[in-house]
């Protein structure tokens, strides 16, 4: 069992950053990859950032690469999502999500391979 809690979302202006983090309960964090998702209102829930259970391997959807970057602390159960460069298209709900298992393999990037979600954390960017 794992349990997510996600924090670090607001208002922020176009341009502006923001550091998302997601803290983990449970004895499997190490041992999962872990996910960033975002909804928007009226949108289906899309992904955004992997990362592997060691932190040596990541993935970005296209939209988000080269402005974002996921990260993990295993010591401190957490993973996290810095966001630079932010735009008014980046507004949604974001959720952290906990993977079946460590790897970042075939098509991680789906909803469906994660098995724990958090409850999400508001991102607002105004133009």
């Known amino acids: 069992q794992v349990q997510l809690v996600e924090s670090g979302g607001g208002l922020v202006q ?3 950053s923001l550091r998302l983090s997601c803290a983990a309960s449970g004895r499997t964090f190490s ?3 872990m996910g960033w998702f975002r909804q928007a209102p009226g949108e289906e829930r899309e992904f955004v950032a992997a990362i592997d259970w060691s932190g040596g391997s990541t993935g970005y959807a296209d939209s988000v690469k080269g402005r974002f970057t996921i990260s993990r602390d295993n010591a401190k159960n957490s993973v996290f999502l810095q966001m630079n460069s932010l735009k008014p298209e980046d507004t949604a709900v974001y959720y952290c999500a906990a993977k079946a298992n460590g790897y970042l393999i075939g098509n ?5 391979k994660y098995d724990y979600w958090g409850q999400g954390t508001q991102v607002t960017v105004s133009s």
């Open 108 to 112: 991680y990037y789906h909803a469906s």
């Open 31 to 33: 041992d999962r990859a």
């Open 14 to 16: 176009a341009g502006g």
